[in-house]
């Protein structure tokens, strides 16, 4: 009963005409964009690869053997488990944690400072200034953060520190993975910043006066009036910048060093160097439904639920 009076709701607002078009662009979304890929993503991985078909194997066959070779690796090896590639996922999920967990600390104070300012203009120039860099393309500022943080006196941070004399020989800021997470973290910090923004701007000042008043520290309003009010824009900013971090691939590629090798780029590597589509599939899906357990996981923990982020 329910969903004949939502859509029947829909239609008396919108009307026949325009909530057609608009239940029409929601659905091709939907089905085009995001559930058939993935259906196909799917079905590719569950096949075998048609160019090193084993004895036996049909191209048109189901097969786990995919998923098996990110756990048990190739057939015949010595390992009992497929070392490399487990430990590069496992890594790229800790480090995609890492890098929301630094946004977090980095964007909250910041959100609550623009939502809570008086001052319409400057925030408006704020927001403005923090938009204005990425006009430029990703690549282009992964490229940028690369000359920033270069490993050599001609790095703009090794150049300056070297010339301050606070240090003898330049820093190696691309094996360390500093580059690569600060690159990360700046990629889509703006995801993290406006949720909260928007939903910090929503809290009324009277009940933070009324909190003060009473004799309440700020670490105490912060945990007990701002932070409950703020958990939607949290964490819609955390499921974005860590779904995101976990699939990137721009920012690892280019600031990335010999050892921080990203799952991404293993998935990239099946799929253009190898032609295993199959595998590169396989690999794909395993990142997708680990990232989508792990976001649930911490929903559940904390208490948010889908209608929270969608707020």
């Not at 009010?229 to 900013?237: N, V």
């Not at 699939?247 to 990239?268: I, R």
């Amino acid at each position: 009963m329910k969903k004949p009076m939502i859509f029947s709701e829909f239609f008396r607002n919108n009307g026949v005409v325009m909530g057609s078009i608009l239940f029409f662009l929601v659905a091709f979304w939907i089905i085009f964009l995001i559930l058939l890929p993935q259906i196909s993503m799917l079905d590719y991985s569950l096949h075998p690869n048609p160019i090193n078909l084993d004895a036996g194997e049909r191209a048109d066959e189901y097969t786990l053997k995919n998923y098996k070779y990110l756990i048990f690796g190739p057939e015949g090896s010595s390992d009992a488990f497929n070392k490399v590639d487990l430990m590069v996922f496992v890594r790229t999920i800790i480090a995609a944690m890492a890098v929301t967990i630094m946004n977090l600390f980095l964007c909250y104070p910041l959100a609550y400072f623009l939502a809570q300012s008086k001052g319409g203009g400057f925030v408006r120039l704020l927001v403005i200034l923090l938009i204005v860099p990425y006009w430029i393309n990703e690549i282009l500022r992964a490229f940028a953060l690369r000359i920033i943080f270069a490993p050599s006196e001609n790095g703009l941070i090794n150049g300056i520190m070297m010339k301050m004399g606070l240090i003898d020989q330049a820093y190696d800021f691309i094996n360390t993975d500093i580059a690569l997470y600060a690159g990360l973290g700046y990629a889509y910090i703006l995801l993290m910043l406006f949720p909260m923004y928007n939903v910090i701007e929503s809290l009324d000042r009277n009940q933070i006066e009324a909190a003060r008043d009473m004799g309440a520290s700020w670490t105490r309003i912060h945990r007990r009036v701002v932070i409950p009010h703020a958990k939607p824009g949290i964490a819609s900013g955390m499921t974005m910048v860590f779904m995101l971090s976990a699939g990137a691939l721009a920012a690892p590629q280019v600031l990335g060093g010999t050892s921080s090798l990203w799952f991404t780029q293993l998935v990239y590597q099946w799929f253009n160097d190898t032609l295993n589509w199959q595998q590169g599939a396989a690999y794909a899906i395993v990142l997708l439904v680990a990232s989508i357990a792990i976001v649930l996981t911490f929903m559940k923990i904390f208490k948010v639920n889908m209608g929270d982020i969608g707020k």
